[in-house]
């Protein structure tokens, strides 16, 4: 059973729409991470937190912007949708020394 | 910086073969590292860790060795089976707690 929950997990949207992806976890893990997966499969990291109130930019730039004002949730907007923004979107967070869960993804389709 | 390297192409075989994905990695330090698992349209699945030098993880079937002379952190499997079909990824850990992926090695395995 997953701990960590992403919405919706597929989205298709016209181009110029804003969309949030939503990503929410039970286990009361402070540290939260956003990868974006292209569709050569390489994960990079976008966005990550350490705690509510505190965001930071990942190793790729993006467009997409996070917030963190509950320790459960970390959803991620982007204000205006472009195809090159089409991707799949997972959302982590960690407990513990090592152990990161990640959630199922949201597979996003920019037309 | 860090990063992961993994070896190119897909990888195709038969049930019951061995396998091997090659993993190379170029980090300071001492960090820790991982293979996760990622099946059709899911998240990424720890599959196995190891924190120090010549440690062995294992699980499923599948070890991996921490070489540090080497660099390296090869994922072996005595005799896959058709399940074993998906996404394999390399990644490492340093203390800032930020995951670092290799670029994931689709593996078929064929009845």
């Known amino acids: 059973e997953a701990d960590i929950y992403q919405t919706p997990r597929y989205l298709v949207i016209g181009t110029g729409k804003k969309i949030t992806l939503e990503c929410s976890q039970t286990?009361?893990?402070?540290?939260m991470y956003w990868y974006q997966q292209d569709p050569g499969m390489e994960l990079h990291l976008i966005h990550y937190?350490?705690?509510?109130?505190?965001?930071e930019k990942g190793d790729l730039s993006s467009e997409s912007t996070v917030s963190r004002i509950r320790t459960e949730h970390f959803p991620l907007t982007l204000e205006s949708a472009r195809p090159s923004h089409t991707s799949q979107y997972l959302c982590?967070?960690?407990?513990?020394?090592?152990?990161?869960?990640f959630g199922s993804g949201t597979r996003l389709t920019v037309v | 910086g860090d990063s992961v390297t993994q070896m190119e192409g897909p990888v195709t075989l038969s049930e019951e073969a061995f396998l091997t994905i090659n993993c190379t990695y170029t980090?300071?330090?001492?960090?820790?590292l991982f293979w996760y698992v990622q099946y059709p349209g899911e998240g990424l699945q720890l599959l196995l860790k190891?924190?120090?030098?010549?440690d062995k993880g294992s699980n499923k079937g599948f070890e991996a060795t921490y070489r540090k002379e080497t660099t390296s952190f090869h994922l072996e499997k005595g005799s896959v089976q058709v399940s074993d079909s998906a996404v394999y990824f390399c990644?490492?850990?340093?203390?800032?707690?930020?995951?670092?992926f290799g670029q994931g090695t689709i593996l078929t395995v064929h009845p």
């Open positions: 982590a967070s960690r407990g513990g020394s090592y152990g990161y869960t």
């Open positions: 286990m009361g893990h402070d540290k």
């Open positions: 937190s350490y705690g509510v109130n505190s965001t």
């Open positions: 980090a300071t330090g001492y960090p820790s």
């Open positions: 190891a924190t120090k030098a010549d």
């Open positions: 990644a490492l850990i340093k203390g800032d707690g930020k995951l670092t």
